[in-house]
T-cell receptor, first 110, second 113 residues
Framework: GQQVMQIPQYQHVQEGEDFTTYCNSSTTLSNIQWYKQRPGGHPVFLIQLVKSGEVKKQKRLTFQFGEAKKNSSLHITATQTTDVGTYFC??????????FGTGTQLKVEL | DTEVTQTPKHLVMGMTNKKSLKCEQH?????MYWYKQKAKKPPELMFVYSYEKLSINESVPSRFSPECPNSSLLNLHLHALQPEDSALYLCASSPPHWGIEAFFGQGTRLTVV
C-alpha cells in the first residue's frame, strides 16, 4: 500500500532559525495536504498542493510539491514558539483515502 | 459553523463494556471519517462514509462498529476492546472527495482497562 515518510522525525531549533520537513511518497499523489497538530491537540489543515512543481506561501511558511508529485516540503522561516507542534503531510492517490506521513515534531527553544 | 464536535472528550472503559463515540458536524459535508492515533504516531484511517454509506473499511476489527445515522452524525460503537485499542480517536469531515480542506474534531481519548 501507499507509504508516506517524513524526515526528520524530530527537530529542535532556536527561535529565529529556519526549519524544513520533507515528505516522500512511495506512489504518485493526486494532491498533498499539510496539517499541524499542537501537543494535545488535533490536526489542523494548513494547505493543499495539487499541481506538479507547485509552490505556495503562507506568511513564513513555504510549501512545495515535487515535479513527479511524489514528494513535498514545508519550510518555516524564522521560527517562533507558536510554531511548536507536529507537522504532517498527507496524500491521496485518488478517492477518499488520505494517508498521513510519519510526521515531524518541531520544538522551538528561546 | 466550522466545527466538528466529538463526545466524550475522554473515556475509560473495561474490556467487557459497550460504549459509543459520537461525532457531529453542521458544515454540510457529505464525507466523514474515523481515524485512530497512537501517541507520537500519525492518524491511521479506520472508516470512511460518503453520502451516509460506508465506502472504506481499513480492515478494522469487528469490535469497532461505525454508524452514520444521517449526514451530520457519525458514531463509533465499541465492544470488547483490548488495552492496545487505547488511543485518540479522531473524527473528520470534508466535502465528498479529498482534495479540499478536512476538518478534524478534537478527538476522544480512549483508555481500555
Amino acid at each position: 500500500g501507499q507509504q508516506v515518510m517524513q524526515i526528520p522525525q524530530y527537530q529542535h531549533v532556536q527561535e529565529g532559525e529556519d526549519f524544513t520537513t520533507y515528505c516522500n511518497s512511495s506512489t504518485t499523489l493526486s494532491n498533498i495536504q499539510w496539517y499541524k497538530q499542537r501537543p494535545g491537540g488535533h490536526p489542523v489543515f494548513l494547505i493543499q498542493l495539487v499541481k506538479s512543481g507547485e509552490v505556495k506561501k503562507q506568511k513564513r511558511l513555504t510549501f512545495q510539491f515535487g515535479e513527479a508529485k511524489k514528494n513535498s516540503s514545508l519550510h518555516i522561516t524564522a521560527t517562533q514558539t507558536t510554531d511548536v507542534g507536529t507537522y504532517f503531510c498527507a496524500g491521496t492517490g485518488g478517492g477518499n483515502k488520505l494517508t498521513f506521513g510519519t510526521g515531524t515534531q518541531l520544538k522551538v527553544e528561546l | 459553523d466550522t466545527e466538528v464536535t466529538q463526545t466524550p472528550k475522554h473515556l475509560v472503559m473495561g474490556m467487557t463494556n459497550k460504549k459509543s463515540l459520537k461525532c457531529e458536524q453542521h458544515m454540510g459535508h457529505r464525507a466523514m471519517y474515523w481515524y485512530k492515533q497512537k501517541a507520537k504516531k500519525p492518524p491511521e484511517l479506520m472508516f470512511v462514509y460518503s453520502y451516509e454509506k460506508l465506502s472504506i473499511n481499513e480492515s478494522v476489527p469487528s469490535r469497532f462498529s461505525p454508524e452514520c445515522p444521517n449526514s451530520s452524525l457519525l458514531n463509533l460503537h465499541l465492544h470488547a476492546l483490548q488495552p492496545e485499542d487505547s488511543a485518540l480517536y479522531l473524527c473528520a469531515s470534508s466535502p465528498p472527495h479529498w482534495g479540499i480542506e478536512a476538518f478534524f474534531g478534537q478527538g476522544t481519548r480512549l483508555t481500555v482497562v
